[in-house]
């Protein structure tokens, strides 16, 4: 005889009193191990088991780099247009309003002006939520206008780059933004203005043709891609075996194309350094 009896048959808890866990408070990384995501946070995003890190936008790279967070945010209101009538599963118009609702994002790339260790500095930040980071018109727009930005007022200028490529939606109009910013970075070079590169996870495609890989100093955070085409594309393309790490930052910086690694915790002080070393004015 058991020794216990269920005396009302069946689950009685009604639907809207039921509890669940919330979604997000734990983290794992790629190597297992599993982070609480307040403990990720305050950690800027980078796991404290493995190093590992995570991949964030420009709100968070603005919290970072901005002293206090204050910033004023350039061309904030602009946005990409369909001159193609493009259509692939649907409608390029229709996944712009699309990824703007659900990113809150106007376009793949932010331009913020503010103080970083009490000096001025822009910083254009990509955002890789927002159809994959991909460089269409307005990113090009977006970075050449805060180039101007720092040509007029002698302040220094900051690319983060975080991408997938060219935005094909937009075809040809996406791939003249190489040769628009790469003009544009010339134009700053000549007006001796310092301008630091930051190459995240993934920085590839036609960004890292372009303005990524054409700073004064060109820097890049731990176990990020870097590269012009994925390593599948390559390997499918050469059919050969990758080295090991190919494409990670570690294997850019030893073949040349990078000239550090900084952990995101260093960020502000080694582009800031780096700057007063540019402009050979005192270390702050």
């Known amino acids: 005889m058991a020794w216990f009896k269920r005396k009302e048959k069946g689950i009685t808890t009604a639907t809207e009193d039921k509890k669940d866990v919330p ?16 403990e990720l946070a305050r950690n800027l995003w980078v796991s404290p088991e493995d190093d590992f890190h995570v991949r964030i936008g420009s709100k968070e790279y603005f919290e ?13 209101k602009m946005t990409s247009k369909d001159p193609l009538n493009f259509v692939d599963t649907k409608k390029y118009s229709d996944r712009l309003k699309d990824v703007m609702d659900k990113t809150k994002l106007k376009d793949a790339v932010r331009t913020g002006v503010g103080k970083s260790k009490g000096k001025d500095l822009v910083v254009c930040c990509m955002d890789f939520a927002f159809i994959g980071g991909s460089m269409g018109a307005v990113v090009g727009e977006k970075i050449a206008r805060g180039i101007d930005y720092s040509i007029k007022h002698n302040v220094p200028f900051v690319m983060i780059s ?33 301008y630091i590169s930051l190459c995240t996870d993934p920085t590839t495609g ?17 176990g990020a891609l870097i590269g012009f085409a994925g390593p599948r594309v390559v390997r499918d393309t050469t059919g050969k075996d990758l080295p090991e790490g190919f494409q990670t930052a570690e294997f850019v910086l030893e073949h040349g194309f990078l000239d550090f690694i900084a952990p995101r915790k260093e960020l502000k002080d080694k582009i800031n350094l780096y700057i007063d070393l540019i402009l050979n004015q005192e270390i702050r």
């Open 162 to 194: 975080k991408s997938g490529g060219a935005r094909m939606m937009e075809a040809a109009y996406s791939l003249m933004q190489l040769a628009k910013t790469s003009a544009k970075l010339a134009q700053l070079a000549e007006a001796k203005i310092p």
């Open 23 to 38: 979604k997000g408070l734990w983290y794992k990384s790629p190597t297992g191990k599993i982070i609480d995501t307040d």
């Open 64 to 76: 970072i780099l901005f002293d206090n967070n204050e910033f004023k945010e350039l061309d904030a």
């Open 206 to 222: 036609g960004t890292t043709a372009s303005y990524a890989m054409l700073g004064d100093i060109n820097i890049s955070e731990p």
